[in-house]
């Protein structure tokens, strides 16, 4: 075990891609895993208690909460439910870091609240900072908790910085281009869910490959960057890399770039926000350069993708803008998946949110959720 690293952790999103991967990077360095939480995969839930043996398992959905516990009935591990439970889990006492990977706006309160209880925080719930970058940032300097990315760009990013925050000009941020790069809008009207789902370089949830299919995934990012790094939105370049390879770069005010290269395996940036400030041998392969592909980069294309051009715009909008275009996305996502509009529908859900919802400057928690509320009503009856 590293000496610096986290040693006891809560995973927030057990179930999910970055989940699982987390529990694997901890059974490969010995990080004790003290709770588990996740939405309603009762199943995996199990093994996961039975391999891990937490003290606390949160599932969100009650139903599923009280069939996990007849499941775990011969063992000591307490199950919790709701919100409490999952907000129970992120502040667990013994654990002195929590892993959020929920996916979505729910990943908001319990994000918070271990902040207030000074925890380490592996940051994997984009949509936290998305819609509360500025008032999570806040509390995390108040009370001393570390905000450790997660996200493979932004890992990057933090890699890259280093100790010479103060002298960075831009940052360079990196997007595969999804399963739809070089399309043509034409093309991409009709595109269905089944096409929107098969990413080229990375194997994530639906949520996000959708994202990553219209290239939100990277408006959001930019936002996320932002509030991470503190850098205005002008400061942040997105170029697509088709190979994945390179994570990020940071251009430094003598216009020195410094890029964070591996093969794409989210176990790498898992860890690397676990083992900080140190390093350990992990599960993601070498990169091999000689067999590389060529790295090629350019600029996005911003016809095709209107969603990233809209994010773009949104990020120089303080108050509730962001959190409006998040919860618009995210509903408009499950409408998409659910075949009920078309892929350019998000794009027209997310813009008819933003110009019919009034933006809160400065918000409190509530205004954020409310606007938040808002936004989903309306795509919903749009
Ligand atoms: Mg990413």
């Excluded at 898992?270 to 390093?279: G, M, N, S």
Aim: with cysteine.
């Amino acid at each position: 075990m590293l000496e610096n690293g986290s040693k006891n952790i809560s995973v927030l999103g057990s179930t999910g891609s970055i989940g699982r991967q987390t529990l694997e990077v901890c059974e490969k360095l010995g990080i004790r895993v003290s709770a588990l939480a996740a939405r309603s995969s009762v199943k995996l839930l199990e093994a996961q208690a039975r391999r891990f043996s937490p003290s606390l398992v949160s599932v969100f959905d009650e139903k599923a909460a009280a069939d996990l516990r007849v499941r775990l009935a011969d063992t000591d591990i307490r199950v919790a439910s709701g919100e409490g439970g999952l907000t129970e889990a992120a502040v667990l006492p013994e654990a002195d870091t929590a892993v959020t990977a929920v996916v979505g706006t729910v990943g908001l309160k319990p994000t918070l609240a271990a902040i207030k209880a000074k925890k380490r925080i592996a940051l994997a719930n984009k949509e936290t900072l998305v819609c509360a970058g500025s008032l999570v940032m806040a509390e995390a300097r108040a009370n001393g908790a570390e905000i450790l990315p997660v996200d493979s760009e932004h890992s990057a990013i933090f890699q890259c910085i280093g100790a010479a925050r103060r002298h960075v000009k831009r940052i360079l941020l990196t997007a595969s281009g999804g399963p739809f790069f070089g399309k043509s809008r034409e093309e991409l009207r009709s595109v269905t869910p089944e096409m929107a789902l098969k990413h080229p370089n990375w194997s994530m949830g639906p949520k996000v490959t959708v994202d990553s299919a219209t290239m939100m995934n990277k408006g959001l990012e930019i936002i996320e960057a932002m509030h991470l790094f503190s850098v205005p939105p002008e400061a942040i370049r997105v170029l697509v890399h088709r190979q994945s390879i390179v994570h990020s770069m940071v251009e430094f005010a003598d216009n020195a770039v410094i890029a964070q290269l591996a093969p794409p395996d989210m176990r790498l940036p898992i860890q690397y926000a676990l083992t900080y400030p140190e390093r350990a041998e992990s599960l993601c392969p070498e990169a091999d350069f000689s067999s590389m592909p060529p790295l090629t980069f350019a600029d996005p294309d911003l016809e095709s993708f209107p969603c990233l051009r809209l994010a773009m715009e949104t990020a120089k909008r303080p108050g509730t803008a962001c959190a409006v275009m998040n919860a618009a996305n995210e509903a408009a996502v499950g409408l998409f998946l659910r075949g009920r509009i078309g892929f350019y529908g998000i794009y027209e859900s997310v813009a008819g949110a933003l110009d019919r919802i009034e933006n809160t400057a400065s918000p409190t928690p509530e205004d954020i959720l409310a606007a938040d509320a808002a936004a989903r009503e309306y795509v919903s009856r749009a």
